[in-house]
């Protein structure tokens, strides 16, 4: 999502922004599954008494140990705000795939990927071991007035564009188009009727070079009712989807959510000049891209 969205300006629905306290919390790693090839899924469990799920693309910050120490700084919780030590420790974003209270239950699904701090996290971690959670942070959500949704997602959000769809109101119609690297990496999904998914695979020609323009072009737009647009993946992937929102007059935090997920050949790390950065944009109402 946005993390600040443009003012809304537009007749008919906007998107809604969530904003509630943040938590931090110590969660066990309860099991851990290999979903496909590129995809792990790891239950998590301990004391979730004031979670809550609140919008579909929800997510955490997962503070890991400083690699010099070993040990942990995680923030401290003041009233609804995180204190975060300095400097910022090692964190990373992750969707709540799922949020079962009766189980006591938090899924999350990690693309695994070569030389990342929490990708190798992911692929070593064992039952037991246990994980800072900053969250979750909700953000926009769709009102049922959006009666048909556009959704984009690559690998990375894959788990949110799930949950979208598992979670979309009923009589809302949906276009998914849902981008992964190859066939061995599609997910059975819930699909309701009016929703229809459109696998795309990095290894088909077109889609390494064109993404999700062709999925977009071939898109039939209603005329005469409120629609939206969510997307997350790759900041360079999204940036023809960006272009291609506001030709058809979405604004971002407005009547669409675009979001960066991550940025090819650079670590989502958190470093002080990054942090900085993002003060700035926030203070200045623009878009981060990942
Ligand atoms: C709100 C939000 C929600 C997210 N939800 C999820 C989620 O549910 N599941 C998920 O898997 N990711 C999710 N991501 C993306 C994830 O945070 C990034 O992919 C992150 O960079 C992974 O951290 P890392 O430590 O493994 O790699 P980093 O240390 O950040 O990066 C190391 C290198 O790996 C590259 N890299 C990063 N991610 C990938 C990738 N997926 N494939 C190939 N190369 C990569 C980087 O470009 C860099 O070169 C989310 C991001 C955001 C902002």
Redesign the pocket.
Known sequence: ?PRHGDTPTLAGPTLTLLDHPIGIQELEVLRRDQLTPRMVRLVLGGDLARWEARAP?E?VKLVFPDPETGMTRAPVADGDHLHWPKPFPPT????V?RFDRERGEVW????V????????WAESVQPGDRLWVAGPRAGYVAPPAFAYRVVLAD???L??AARIVEELPHGVRARVALLVPDAAEEQDLVVREGVEVTWLHEDDPEVSDRGFEPFLAGLDLPADEPWTLWA?GEAGLLKPVRRWAKEHGLVNGSTADI?G?????????VTPRRRLAHRVKHALRIDDD?
């Open positions: 999502m693309d997510h990373r974003e992750y969707t795939r999350m699904d990690f693309v990927h070569p030389g990342g701090l929490a990708s190798d690998h990375t959000a788990p949110a997350g979001s997920y991550w940025k090819r050949g650079r670590s989502n790390a990942a």
